[in-house]
């Protein structure tokens, strides 16, 4: 695909449920990042996987949240038992990394509700 | 751990100039990232400064100080499409694997 894709666009769901986002960066790109940003906030740091090197999860705010990559294409964010101060809209951005600019391409998000 | 600051809002008029300042600090400073994101939309970039001085790319120009820990985004003959937030965000050596951004200044262009 031409950018990072992101699935679904939108969830819904009840508070206590689990959820699972779905990110598909830009073909050859080694790096992968989460973020979340809350309304009217920045983006938080969620966590980043490097070619076959173990992630750095060092921003994940709890062990409900937890992400998985397969080698250098799809991510998975799945945060269990969601609570409502996890609605925000989730990022994914992949990169070529070592290379400069060190420019991070985004997608569109993930935006979470929790009712 | 690193900390950046900006001003939350900016507001300016078609054609004008504005600046948006980030000062900010690390533990080890790799460079500075700016990134425009659009309501609704997601972040992309503008601009990269890893060594003092000014980067100029079309209307946009992006400056950094490294021993003040001081940078600034500038936008000439502003435009209505200009409204949105702009984000600056930091690699340091403590962390050159990610980005911690800045929360943002939310830019208003008045016609």
């Known amino acids: 695909g031409a950018g990072v894709s992101q699935s679904p666009s939108n969830k819904v769901t009840e508070k206590g449920k689990d959820v699972e986002l779905r990110c598909d960066p830009i073909?050859?790109?080694?790096?992968l990042y989460w973020y979340r940003q809350r309304l009217g906030q920045g983006l938080e740091f969620l966590i980043y996987f490097q070619g076959n090197s173990a992630p750095d999860k060092s921003g994940l705010p709890s062990d409900r949240f937890s992400a998985e990559r397969t080698g250098e294409s799809v991510s998975t964010l799945t945060i269990q038992r969601t609570q409502q101060e996890d609605s925000a809209v989730y990022l994914c951005?992949?990169?070529?990394?070592?290379?400069?600019?060190?420019?991070?391409?985004f997608g569109p998000g993930t935006r979470l509700t929790v009712t | 751990g690193q900390s950046l600051e900006q001003p939350s809002e900016v507001t300016a008029v078609e054609g004008a100039i504005v600046q948006i300042n980030c000062t900010y600090q690390?533990?080890?400073?790799?460079?500075l990232s700016w990134y425009q994101q659009h309501d609704g939309g997601a972040p992309t970039f503008l601009s990269y400064n890893a060594l003092d001085g000014l980067e100029e790319t079309g209307r946009f120009s992006s400056f950094l100080s490294r021993s003040d820990s001081y940078g600034y985004l500038l936008l000439q003959e502003l435009q209505m499409k200009d409204s949105a937030s702009y984000f600056c965000a930091v690699r340091d050596h403590g962390s050159a694997r990610q980005l911690t951004f800045g929360s943002g200044t939310q830019l208003t262009v008045l016609p």
């Open positions: 690390t533990s080890g400073f790799y460079g």
């Open positions: 951005a992949s990169s070529l990394e070592g290379r400069l600019p060190y420019e991070q391409y």
């Open positions: 073909s050859g790109h080694t790096a």
